[in-house]
T-cell receptor
């Protein structure tokens, strides 16, 4: 079975500060990991994904995430927050489970203060 | 530009009424999905389809039905049996429908369903 836990339903940072959104996963098989962003009243957009290979993954809008197998984590970071980064962020895990699912976390809403 | 189109953006349902949410994609993707989003609960899978004329129940299929007669279309019907249908519904697609779940999903902009 697979699961995703996003630590903190709300995160607030100042503009220009580091953004850190935490995601821990549980998977009995090698995971495929994703971060998505959702703006109000819109669908989700893919920020980045980890499937195999390099554990530091760079995505769009200056975001990156590092896959740490020993910590079962896939935290999302951005060195300097911008007002336009205010949105909800979802971590998701997929992988061969004999089924056909991508499991989404509950989401973390990011607030950016001027 | 290719993408997923959901319609309508807002929908209102009366008690005892069935309503159908439209989802069309022109990405030539094999797999399509329906999710329900409630505040603080993330996305919950309602139904998914790996190929045309085939679909499977997700985690919360009760009170919902789907069809997949064309590759491009995956409509969702919210029946009167769904007692708490007020939610934001998202349709998604991915290139393939393998059991590896390694493909990212592309999402529409959602339909917000409310009860009158």
């Amino acid at each position: 079975a697979q699961s995703v836990t996003q630590l903190g339903s709300h995160v607030s940072v100042s503009e220009g500060a580091l953004v850190l959104l935490r995601c821990n996963y549980s998977s009995s098989v090698p995971p495929y990991l994703f971060w998505y962003v959702q703006y109000p009243n819109q669908g989700l957009q893919l920020l980045l994904k980890y499937t195999t290979g390099a554990t530091l993954v760079k995505g769009i809008n200056g975001f990156e995430a590092e896959f740490k197998k020993s910590e079962t984590s896939f935290h999302l970071t951005k060195p300097s927050a911008h007002m336009s980064d205010a949105a909800e962020y979802f971590c998701a895990v997929g992988g061969y489970t004999g089924g056909f699912k991508t499991i989404f976390g509950a989401g973390t809403r990011l607030f950016v203060k001027a | 530009d290719g993408g997923i189109t959901q319609s309508p953006k807002y929908l209102f349902r009366k008690e005892g009424q069935n309503v159908t949410l439209s989802c069309e994609q022109n990405l030539n993707h094999d797999a399509m999905y329906w999710y329900r989003q409630d505040p603080g609960q993330g996305l919950r899978l309602i139904y998914y389809s790996q190929i045309v004329n085939d679909f499977q129940k997700g985690d919360i299929a009760e009170g919902y039905s789907v069809s997949r007669e064309k590759k491009e279309s995956f409509p969702l019907t919210v029946t009167s049996a769904q007692k708490n249908p007020t939610a934001f519904y998202l349709c998604a697609s991915s290139i393939t429908g393998t059991a590896y779940s390694n493909q990212p999903q592309h999402f529409g902009d959602g339909t917000r369903l409310s009860i009158l």
